[in-house]
T-cell receptor
Framework: AQSVSQHNHHVILSEAASLELGCNYSYGGTVNLFWYVQYPGQHLQLLLKYFSGDPLVKGIKGFEAEFIKSKFSFNLRKPSVQWSDTAEYFCAVSSGGGADGLTFGKGTHLIIQP | EAGVAQSPRYKIIEKRQSVAFWCNPISGHATLYWYQQILGQGPKLLIQFQNNGVVDDSQLPKDRFSAERLKGVDSTLKIQPAKLEDSAVYLC??????????????FGPGTRLTVL
């Protein structure tokens, strides 16, 4: 069975600080990895995804994530955060080219202070 | 492009009552998912449909939860009877295989259920 662990449940940063949110997964086969974001009052939206190839993937709004297979990790990064990045961030894993249902972590609530 | 539609947005019921949620996926999306998101946790898959057939319902509490997608488009999720621990946001998502062969799930706004 798949599982996802997000290390930080609440993170508070100041604007322009660098961000790294940790995500580790447990799964024996080929995985597809995702980061979703939920801004206050909005739907879950896809930030970025990894299926194969270059382990450093770039997403929307300046976010990127690095897949490190040996560490079963897929950490999310952003060099300089903005107040508008305040949101809930979820790491998720699936198999089957993304067709299968997603297994989510518990989420990280990120607050950016102006 | 219209997104995934869900209704109602909010529902308050008493325990042992029944409730139903409706989802209209993005046009053309063959795969539909229902997730349950309890406060403070990530969404958990309840059931996955491919057209009108069930692909995965291993985490659906079948003694009280049921779901259908009769014509391969809209779907309903029902809880009968509801328990206090069913209080959660119920999310519907749909996906389509892209030209790259990769699927991406698009989520609706969810239905927030409170069971008193």
């Amino acid at each position: 069975a798949q599982s996802v662990s997000q290390h930080n449940h609440h993170v508070i940063l100041s604007e322009a600080a660098s961000l790294e949110l940790g995500c580790n997964y447990s799964y024996g086969g080929t995985v597809n990895l995702f980061w979703y974001v939920q801004y206050p009052g909005q739907h879950l939206q896809l930030l970025l995804k990894y299926f194969s190839g270059d382990p450093l993937v770039k997403g929307i709004k300046g976010f990127e994530a690095e897949f490190i297979k040996s560490k079963f990790s897929f950490n999310l990064r952003k060099p300089s955060v903005q107040w508008s990045d305040t949101a809930e961030y979820f790491c998720a894993v699936s198999s089957g080219g993304g067709a299968d249902g997603l297994t989510f972590g518990k989420g990280t609530h990120l607050i950016i202070q102006p | 492009e219209a997104g995934v539609a869900q209704s109602p947005r909010y529902k308050i019921i008493e325990k042992r009552q029944s409730v139903a949620f409706w989802c209209n996926p993005i046009s053309g999306h063959a795969t539909l998912y229902w997730y349950q998101q309890i406060l403070g946790q990530g969404p958990k898959l309840l059931i996955q449909f491919q057209n009108n057939g069930v692909v995965d319902d291993s985490q659906l509490p079948k003694d009280r939860f049921s779901a259908e997608r009769l014509k391969g488009v809209d779907s309903t999720l029902k809880i009968q009877p509801a328990k206090l621990e069913d209080s959660a946001v119920y999310l519907c998502a749909s996906s389509l295989k892209g030209t790259s062969g990769i699927y991406e799930q698009f989520f609706g706004p969810g239905t927030r259920l409170t069971v008193l």
